[in-house]
């Protein structure tokens, strides 16, 4: 077989070497492409407005979406991100109302965050179900946990007079400091810890990471206090923003975190070719993309196609596991 | 060397590049001024905030919004994808909207923490197609460039209920099933509580006896009781929740069977919309030929109802009825607020009285009269409220404006 | 993704290249195959290239050559499964050009598969009739008395009466599974019977009932195709035998010219130069047990005792649900025994993977692609994977250090890749092979348990294998070797436990003199 490879190698372009690189060089060819766009879209005239605006909406997306890779990176996904951050939000604000001061609302986020990912990855190897689907069922936990949060009420707001300090947690330095801190530990977790290479081992095969020692329902565990410990964090960062909850706050902002990891060049079954930085490169993506969007006057509806369409195309061309189907037959002979 | 798969593959990054090249064809549109607009105007944009991306009504209003108003007024909309209740979507949407250059929104929701994101990047807000609840006006009325509510009043919802349920009575109903909407469910609206409190009172004058939900029945928000025959001769059943959304109430059906099976009904009182699903989900259990009323919009789903047989009395919403929420704007954008918000300088909270409709006749009269290429607001009639154009508009003939009904309007186009 | 790819007749060789056939000696009533410059190709590798066969009436073809020589692929062709990429095939003299398995088998070429084709759910005598249901029924309904009739029947022409055909498949074990695949192809009485037995699913039972079936065959002057790895067992079987390595024929010899080291060195296309297995018959290892069993019970073990010691290779081997499997899961702590314990020199009780690790025991599944391997990763990953917590300094992992650590197992063991950054499903078995055990041996593993350690391995990769085991050895590592081969078993151990029923049956020590028939006896 391998002598085959070589062979075919030799006899001209070796296709799986460009789709290979090709793969690779999408996210940020997408990436590219988009701020292009988005220039367009600007006159080639950016206002501090529009920066600042970038940098609001994509601090939360990036802080979930990298600490949601740890979780994509064992082929798994996690549906409650968005309600979770929002039952953190909540709990947040009813803290920070209570008296908790700044400081401690964002323990109370992180806490809860941390909390909900715990509960998701401890039930999953209790009941030995995949995590994915008891991330589907504490969706509709956390929704019902909300609601009655919500006492029958429309959103819960920061107390009027105590507003104050929390205005001045809006800041874009403040954000940009958060993800860049998160972001290095993570990467540093991610590629240069024994943590992170198990999490590679188990995406790639959880046969042969039992069989290498790796528990699964720890590495799990962990795994998802990583991305609840992000959850949290965003959580903090949607109370700076708009010192409210509602019932579905950060329902979509999930949904938007799982594409714009796929954006970022995360391969779908995780294993050996996960990325840290396809939660970065993907929400920069996805922010821009939703921002151009409205920017062009594209109308209700016609939005969410181009995206839904972009997502497919990206996993379409994401999905070149040429070899792999290649080889797949080809073990045959 | 080159098999038809790999080459089906190698086309794939192309084609995706393709699907953005739309968007540079929206680019170049972008310069153009619509056709038959008054190029002397100033050309304003406005953002729009959908309560919904798919429901017949917001279509309506997006169709009006783009197809009338953008040419007549010379506004450009742009559209934020439909927030629901989500708040950091809603907010977002409100940043998107400032960066595309919008200078004031049409919010079909009203959401707190959105008005005051507004607010702040300094965009007017009205706050358009009906009411906010009491709280969360209180909480942004004082915003400066916080206009108000436009739509339909609690007391229209209210009146709205009432109507139809005496409508019904007054024409022989006997078996009645009351469709209760939001109320019971956890994201509860006061215009559906309204509505169903207008059912309710029509129910009791006709001898009906109400007993409140008790406690333990029900969870959160207002819930919907039980009623007795009483005097009335009435046999009521009750049921809540939304038909055709799963999401968000996804028990809804088997819920509905339990309620309905083995009844018979020849009157559904419906405190919203959804009088197909509803019909639907009835002809599934064996009723059929049940009349319907529905508080919902003049649309062409309502209309298929109406000509099914299934609707027989609508109050609703037009298409058109966004278009004094879009005049506000305007008179805001140019310098003129004060004639928009109350006279204590807070937001105001301006009627736009439903249309009624008892038959499929009256039903197309009314559409008629809100055509597309001339609707019920259409830009002579809206002209006449602006007050860069005409400076003697004051506040209160602003309020009448927006106030004007389907008599009215219909006087106006003679 | 081929299947638009058909041979097209524009695809056939020039009559220049066919005349080396109409040369040949065999008259052309005699042949009935005949394969004119096949080529078959996956993507961008190819399988087939320009092969050109004939089969003739009363033979036994042997097909043999190393993995990925393209054997398989030559006969799935002919037996329909699936269509060459160019090339010309003629059955009897016609074009031959088999939509499917079912449609061969109509026509005459009847294949028993590598993979297990029969389905467990539904009875042995659907099994057979699969693919023919319209004979045994109407509207949708089967016959079930004359279905079983007709299997029935089916079975007794290949001489088995003890199985009930109207019991559901999944009631066999999976190598009586493959009685009912050679009674399926066998009542269709084919003018080729093409047998592929590359993977030994089949218990002795079945084999004997191959070796019957495929010499009537020859007797009643059809034909037959015999695939194996073995080449004794080709050797004795066949009438003649075709040697492919990489896709192409190297040649073939008739059955006088049968030498197991010419064929050999056909396959490997080089000459195998000093031992094959160890040479040493020194049994002897040294008296310190590292790792003893007592009364292990449970998944399918029934009280097995056993100690390993320093430096010794204890081979483990018996008919393939023995036991012998479970028990090297059970030995490194994946599988928890419901009775007895493994135990450490120092008495440390082996319950689980971590513990096992933590005292330097490594295992080598036998299903290496599902267990032991991450295909779609790096082999680098793959190596480092068991040694994370040997390369980690407080709690970190270095690029270098850890490239150094993957890049040292790669260049001891001959890793053939481009860079220790190649994805491990792009390499060949006994490639792979070698990253498993790079894996373990880089973790500095001083127990390995290797369950079938040179499955699916070319024969030259395979010596290389068992130099490197005897090294180790050598080194005072200490081998369990799980096998189901026995030649390799009396070829390496020390001492040879043979197990049967979940018991050890027998244990032999290594001796010149030890042979196969004297085992077989404690297997079956």
Known sequence: MSAETVTASKKGIDLRVVMGMLRRLLPFAGLALLIVLYLISTNFRPTSLHIQTFIDQVATMAIMSTGAVFIFSLGSFDISLGVGAAVSVCLGIMAYNAGAGVVGMFLVCLVVGMAIGFVNSVLSAVFRMPVFVMTIAMMSVLTATLQILLGGKTDLRVTTTMVEPIKALDNPYLRLGFVLVFFLICLVLFNFTKMGRRNKVLGGNPKVAEQTGISIAKQTILTFLISGSAVGIAAFLLIARSRAVTANTGVSLGMDVMMAIVFGGMPLAGGAYSKISAGIIGSFSMVLLSQILTMQGITTGWSQVYKAVLFLAVVFVASFSYREKMLSRAEMF | MFTKLSIRRALALPLALMTCLPLFAACSDDTDTPSGGDTTAPKYVIGVIPFSDTAAEQIEWNNYLNDYVAAALNVEFKFVPAPGTDSDAAVRGVEELKLAGCQGILGVVDTVAAIEKANELGMWYVRGGGLSTQENYDAVKDLPYYLGTMGPSLEDEYAAGYSAAQYFVANGSKDILVYGALLGLSIPSDMHVQRFYGIRDALIEAGAVYTEPTSGSVVLGPGIGEFATGTSGLNISTIYGLAGYEAIDPTFNERFTAAVSGKSFDTILMSAEGSQDVNTLLSGVGITGARMNEVGAFTPTAQASFEAGILQYLVGKYPSSMGPSVVALINAIDGHADVVKAADGTGSRLQGPFWNAGSLEEFNERMALDAVANPAFNKEIMENYIVRLHPDVTRETFAEFAALDYDALAKLHK | ?524
């Open chain 3, 1 to 524: 993704m081929h299947s638009d790819q058909r041979c097209a007749p524009e695809d056939v060789a020039p009559t220049a290249e066919r005349e080396e056939y109409d040369a040949s000696p065999v008259a052309a009533r005699d042949v009935i195959v005949e394969i004119h410059d096949m080529v078959k190709k996956f993507g961008v590798v190819t399988a087939l290239d320009k092969v050109n066969i004939q089969v003739l009436r009363g033979e036994i073809l042997g097909l043999i050559g190393e993995n990925g020589s393209g054997k398989s692929t030559l006969t799935s062709i002919i037996a329909g499964i699936q269509p060459p990429t160019s090339g010309q095939m003629l059955f009897a003299g016609q074009p031959w050009k088999p939509s499917s398995m079912t449609d061969a088998l109509n026509k005459g070429v009847g294949m028993i598969v590598q993979e297990n084709g029969v389905i467990a759910g539904i009875s042995i005598a659907e099994n057979i009739a699969l693919g023919d249901y319209d004979k045994y029924g109407k509207f949708g309904f089967l016959n079930k008395a004359k279905l079983v009739e007709m299997a029935t029947a089916a079975l007794h022409s290949i001489g088995v009466d003890d199985i009930d055909p109207s019991l559901p498949a999944f009631t066999l074990n999976l190598q009586d599974r493959k009685i009912i695949e050679i009674a399926k192809v066998w009542a269709k009485q084919p003018e080729l019977f093409v047998v592929d037995e590359t993977t030994t699913a089949v218990s002795q039972r079945g084999r004997q009932i191959l070796y019957t079936l495929m010499e009537q065959q020859r007797a009643a002057g059809k034909s037959v195709i015999f695939i194996s790895h073995d080449i004794d067992e080709v050797m004795s079987v066949c009438t003649r035998l075709t040697v492919l390595r990489d896709g192409s024929v190297v040649r073939s010899l008739d059955k006088a010219d049968f030498s197991l080291d010419t064929i050999k060195q056909l396959m490997i296309g080089r000459e195998l130069k000093g031992d094959y297995y160890r040479s040493d018959f020194d049994g002897s290892s040294s008296d310190e047990v590292v790792l003893s069993a007592r009364d292990l019970v449970g998944h399918s073990l029934d009280g097995v005792s056993l100690e390993l010691h320093k430096g010794e290779i204890l081979g483990i081997g018996g008919m393939s649900h023995c036991g012998m499997h479970p028990l090297g899961k059970v030995l490194f702590g994946f599988l928890a025994p419901t009775g007895g314990e493994v135990v450490t020199a120092d008495g440390t009780r082996i319950n689980s993977v971590t513990t096992a690790m933590r005292n330097a025991i490594g295992y080598v599944s036998k299903d290496r692609d599902t267990e032991a391997l991450l295909l779609r990763a790096p082999i680098r990953d793959n190596i480092v994977s068991a040694g994370i917590d040997k390369i980690a300094k407080f709690g970190l992992i270095w690029p270098g250090v850890e490239r150094t650590y993957a890049k040292k197992q790669v260049e001891d063991f001959q890793i053939k890749c481009t860079s220790d950054e190649q994805l491990v499903n792009q390499l060949s078995g006994g490639n792979k092979q070698k990253v498993v055990f790079g894996k373990w041996v880089g973790a500095e593993s001083r127990i390995m348990i290797l369950d079938c350690p040179t499955r699916g391995i070319d024969i030259g990769v395979k010596q290389a294998m068992y130099q490197l085991m005897y090294r180790l050895k050598q080194e005072g590592v200490s081998i369990i070797m799980i096998s189901e081969e026995l030649t390799e078993l009396i070829g390496m151990s020390d001492r040879l436990l043979i197990m049967k029923d979940g018991k050890i049956a027998k244990e032999f020590r290594r001796s010149e003199s030890l042979t196969e028939a004297q085992i077989i006896d404690y297997m079956v």
